[in-house]
């Protein structure tokens, strides 16, 4: 049994750093460090797979793990990690700041052109 938890960790760590190059000594450092590009849900998921990482070691400790929770968990990353395209958030979120740029500036236009008219300048 934790051999099998070994391995899933093991794959999950492989897709973290393979599809969003996220890269740390341990598996929770690697959590923590992809927190801002996974779901709250998954990330919640991930903390326990860690949890349950540590308690493998220990025959007694093993017990206390909720094995569908576990399955349930990996199934779930690994579906995520499979499906995310790191480089497609970066192009949407640099889109998303500058579409915000361009309405801040249009806004700015618009006011200008309002002082001008208001002036007679115009």
Do not use: C, W
Request: glycine share 4%.
């Amino acid at each position: 049994m934790a051999s099998d938890i070994h391995n899933m960790v093991e794959e999950i760590r492989a897709l973290l750093e393979q599809r969003l190059g996220v890269r740390a000594r341990t598996f929770e450092a690697q959590v923590r460090k992809a927190r801002r590009y996974l779901p709250r849900a998954l990330r919640r998921e991930l903390i326990y797979f860690a949890q349950a990482q540590a308690l493998a070691d220990n025959p007694k400790l093993q017990r206390m793990i909720n094995r569908p929770r576990l399955e349930a968990a990996h199934r779930k990353a690994a579906y995520f990690l499979k499906r995310v395209d790191i480089t497609q958030r970066h192009r949407i979120g640099a889109l998303g700041i500058a579409a915000s740029i361009a309405f801040g500036l249009l806004v700015t236009a618009i006011v200008a052109l309002v002082v001008v008219v208001q002036r007679g300048l115009i």
